[in-house]
């Protein structure tokens, strides 16, 4: 396949559309569209904002271009972007609607020359607000039912390809099947700001803080268990409320001197965890009172959890000693399960404990078995189902319960107390205290803290328990940590992590799971130290589907970066049902810097995939592929 041609594979356009009618389809009315002039009355004027992929600015910019069609049957609107995209304005629609996208790769620039490409967008175009933000994406193919692909667009003489979408963001490229090999995005884990210093003031922690957790609003909520309270900030840091000494107070008010509150509902006697539910309730595990409290977003006590019984609000508990009865705990560790029940890791007890929406317990999961009603004895254990001293426990995207404890494993559990798997958290410069604080990122993988003494950092997983980066090291400054404590994502997909002996809360860029920077490379990853990255490992994409048996012209993909010493060999494999996949055929056992392409003689079937393996000879260097896709 000729470089040209990788344009036609990258038919993915974000579009951002500014339509000036209110009413869908496209209406007649007078517009008033920004940027663009009012049309005469009974027409419509639409916006659209056309931004290129990164990989299809270069080949605009050198011979090609996009030219964007707006058509319903009868009217025809067409423009031609540059390297950048662009806003392109169609004016004077007709009413009547029924408009569809459209998008064409032509050989030469301003939409000349071979067209390379014609496909029609999988929307129409509708009207609502000022602002409609589309994200469409342009998967080719010929035969039944894709209009206008064999002849394009009033016979321009297109070529008959077909092109499956390429690989480039993270969501991308999750569904594939990786082994030694990490998908990332760029920048991820950067150091991005910080909030908190030593103290007892708002805004303040003291000494081995713990946990955190972020409401559907944004706000953050952070455990000062040393200093007996709970507090409050805003999605940039800056100090709301607290909770704590039986009282609650806002700012500008000066936070009340520290004390140990024991039957106060809005006290606490070493507050260890959080969470956050639906409704933007905070739960809050009372360590030393042995008792889980439940709060609204402005900190009114709602309910208590402990002591083999649940109370609301006026009424308090007494503070008594943890027994091993169900519905007794002195728990460390909280989240919240997708039927809303209330999940808790019991230390002294060493097993969990189900709570439903009401406080009533219903279940425990502990010393390698589960039940309901009277529990096993308390002990220790390091078999399945078996916990030493449970640390934290957070629910996975699967629904499961994800466990840390003293053994330096994370345990999988179901929600009725069937074991999933487990896996070591240990590694050569930590062979004990690996595996404390746990968080759960939006695209499921698994971040676990070393703690303890240095040194510091946090590791991260598959959910299956495959190690893939690592990163923060022992220290003060940026992404170091004194203790790593619990983490929590932002809506945006940024991190909140706390550094336990730092008395702050450090600010981390996340994965962008949208975002065209996804990328493969050799897992081993370390920020902000040196990586150190596996010797090799393969990346299989998910099948792709031409939908009716074809015969393949070629596979491409883009390698960002390939240092010195290292490789990427390139098979693929068909099937006629997706099942029989008949072994892997190799393409290439090597790769150039940049765009590569390869034809593909004789492979047909309806279903291919792509393996790519990465090797480095160099443990501090890994190749990166951006972009994978084909053509048929």
């Known amino acids: ?154 016979g321009a003489g ?21 082994s030694s090999v990490e998908v990332y995005s760029t920048g991820q884990h950067d150091y991005l700001g910080q909030f908190g210093s030593a103290g007892s003031g708002n805004g303040q922690f003291g000494n081995l803080i713990n946990e955190i957790a972020i409401d559907r609003r944004g706000d953050i909520w952070v455990c000062d268990k040393p200093q007996n309270r709970v507090l409050k900030f805003d999605a940039g840091g800056t100090f709301l409320r607290g909770i704590g000494q039986g009282q609650i107070w806002v700012a500008p008010t000066a936070a009340p001197a520290s004390t140990a509150s024991s039957t106060a509902n809005q006290g606490f006697n070493q507050p260890t965890s959080l969470a956050c539910d639906a409704e933007n309730n905070l739960y809050v595990t009372d360590y030393t009172n042995y008792r889980v409290l439940k709060f609204d977003a402005n900190g009114t006590f709602l309910m208590g959890v402990g002591y083999g019984t649940s109370w609301v609000a006026p009424s308090t508990a007494s503070v008594v000693a943890p027994t091993n009865a169900s519905g007794s705990h002195t728990p460390h560790g909280v989240a919240i399960d997708r039927n809303g029940n209330l999940v808790v890791t019991d230390v002294n007890s060493h097993r969990l404990q189900i709570f439903n929406q009401n406080g009533v317990c219903i279940r425990g999961i502990g010393q390698g078995t589960t039940w309901t009603g009277a529990p096993q004895p308390a002990a220790t254990g390091s078999v399945s189902r078996a916990f030493e001293s449970p640390w934290i426990v957070k629910v996975g995207p699967d629904g499961f319960y994800y466990v840390t404890d003293n053994t330096n494993r994370v345990q999988v559990i179901t929600s009725s107390g069937a074991f999933v798997r487990s896996f070591s958290t240990a590694t050569a410069d930590k062979p004990t205290n690996s595996s404390g604080h746990l968080g759960i990122s939006p695209t499921g993988l698994l971040y676990v803290t070393a703690y303890g003494a240095a040194p510091y950092f946090t590791q991260v997983f598959t959910p299956t328990g495959v190690p893939l980066s690592r990163y923060g090291r022992s220290g003060t400054g940026n992404c170091e940590f004194s203790n790593p404590g619990g983490m929590e994502w932002a809506a945006d997909g940024s991190l909140w992590h706390v550094d336990r002996l730092g008395f702050r809360v450090q600010h981390l860029r996340g994965q962008d799971p949208k975002g065209t920077g996804g990328a493969l490379r050799l897992t081993g990853d370390r920020q902000p130290d040196a990586p150190v990255y596996a010797a090799s490992g393969t990346y299989e994409t998910p099948p792709l589907d031409a939908g009716a048996a074809v015969t393949w012209r070629s596979v491409f993909w883009n390698v960002e970066s390939l240092p010195a010493l290292t490789g990427v060999a390139v098979d693929v494999a068909t099937a006629s049902d997706g099942l029989d996949w008949g072994g892997w055929q190799l393409v290439t056992g090597t790769s150039m810097p940049g765009g590569n392409a390869f034809n593909l003689p004789g492979v047909s079937g309806r279903y291919l995939k792509t393996r790519l393996s990465l090797s480095s000879a160099n443990p501090a260097v890994s190749p990166v592929v951006q972009e994978v896709g084909a053509t048929y």
């Open 158 to 178: 297109a070529e008959q390809l077909g092109a499956q979408r390429v690989l480039t963001s993270m969501d991308d490229f999750a569904p594939g099947t990786a």
């Open 1 to 154: 396949m000729t470089r040209s041609l990788r344009l036609t594979a990258f038919a993915a356009i974000a579009l951002s559309l500014v339509a000036a009618c209110q009413a869908v389809p496209l209406r007649a009315v007078s517009p008033s569209v920004e940027g663009a002039p009012a049309s005469a009355t009974g027409l419509a004027t639409v916006t659209i904002r056309v931004v290129l992929p990164r990989e299809a600015q270069a080949l605009v910019s050198n011979t090609q271009s996009v030219t964007v069609r707006l058509r319903n049957g009868v009217v025809v609107r067409n423009a031609t972007l540059g390297a950048g995209g662009g806003q392109i304005t169609f004016a004077d629609l007709p009413a009547g609607g029924g408009y569809t996208l459209y998008a064409a790769g032509f050989a030469g620039a301003a939409g000349t020359g071979r067209m390379m490409s014609w496909g029609r967008l999988p929307v129409t175009l509708a009207s609502g607000r000022n602002q409609l933000g589309l994200s469409l994406s342009v998967v080719l193919a010929s035969g039944a039912g894709a209009d206008d692909l064999e002849g394009g667009p009033a």
